[in-house]
Nanobody, 115 residues
Framework: QVQLVESGGGLVQAGGSLRLSCAVS????????MAWYRQSSGKERELVAY???????NYEDTVRGRFTITRDITRNTVHLQMNSLKEEDTAVYYCHALFRGDDYWGQGTQVTVSS
């Protein structure tokens, strides 16, 4: 079993920054992929960014250049640095892990961007 615990969400003004963290209960170096998703009110959950076991990253178009996903394999933690935040970034952000063909999710952390 794998547990994911997100932290770092909150309220921030447009143009500000937040850093989300996802603490993982197992060694993430063995994980196929770690990712951040988000879900805003009335919308489907969408992929924001991911990092593979080979440290390759990819981003959703609207966040590319503003968000950065990183991983710390010594602390089994994945981060999402979010800069130049916009109101449309408001959502619940979820950490996701793909491990041996199984999907694991965190409980989510709320990010609210005010004008």
């Amino acid at each position: 079993q794998v547990q994911l615990v997100e932290s770092g969400g909150g309220l921030v003004q447009a143009g500000g920054s937040l850093r989300l963290s996802c603490a993982v209960s197992r060694k993430i170096v063995y994980f196929n992929r770690m990712a951040w998703y988000r879900q805003s009110s009335g919308k489907e959950r969408e992929l924001v960014a991911y990092i593979t076991d080979g440290a390759r990253t990819n981003y959703e178009d609207t966040v590319r250049g503003r968000f950065t996903i990183t991983r710390d394999i010594t602390r089994n933690t994945v981060h999402l640095q979010m800069n130049s935040l916009k109101e449309e970034d408001t959502a619940v952000y979820y950490c996701h892990a793909l491990f041996r063909g199984d999907d694991y999710w965190g409980q989510g952390t709320q990010v609210t961007v005010s004008s």
